[in-house]
């Protein structure tokens, strides 16, 4: 007696069916949540900015002398006396907001803290994924104010 023979499984247009749905998924997707995947956020970032800030006008006032924060918009990093970080992958530097005088020749820009705690002032807004963290600097005091979360 002969039997009928069903072949269960998949064929091979259906996998690649699935394989080019998955692909697309990880290519929307994966971008879009890189920085939180890696642990990124702009509030990170724009907390370790607003903390070089505040030791930077704590060490302005404890020698007396002027020290600077210099940012890199276009290098997406930052710099104060020998300490430099990197912004991590993700994140870049949205808005930076100084006086005209705190620009230096080569397109960075400075925030500088005096002996009496005044400073520059200014403001800089760091961004990642959609999301946004500023620190500002007011020139008056040389307050540091961060809406980072």
């Given at each position: 007696?002969?039997?009928s ?37 702009p ?92 620190v ?14």
């Amino acid at each position: 007696m002969p039997t009928s023979r069903t072949d269960s499984g998949f064929t091979l247009f259906e996998v690649l069916i699935a394989l080019a749905l998955v692909a697309a998924v990880y290519l929307l997707v994966v971008p879009a949540l890189g920085p939180w995947l890696i642990g990124v956020s702009p509030g990170e970032e724009a907390r370790r900015l607003a903390s070089v800030l505040r030791e930077a006008q704590a060490s302005a006032v404890a020698t007396s002398g002027e020290t600077a924060v210099v940012i890199d918009r276009d290098g997406r990093a930052w710099a104060s006396g020998d300490r430099g970080r990197q912004l991590a992958r993700g994140t870049s530097f949205s808005a930076v907001e100084l006086p005209a005088g705190a620009r230096l020749a080569d397109g960075r820009a400075a925030i500088r803290f005096f002996p009496d705690g005044s400073s520059t002032g200014g403001r800089v807004e760091v961004a990642a994924a959609g999301r946004r963290s500023t620190v500002v600097v007011d020139w008056l005091t040389g307050r540091v104010r961060s809406d980072a979360r």
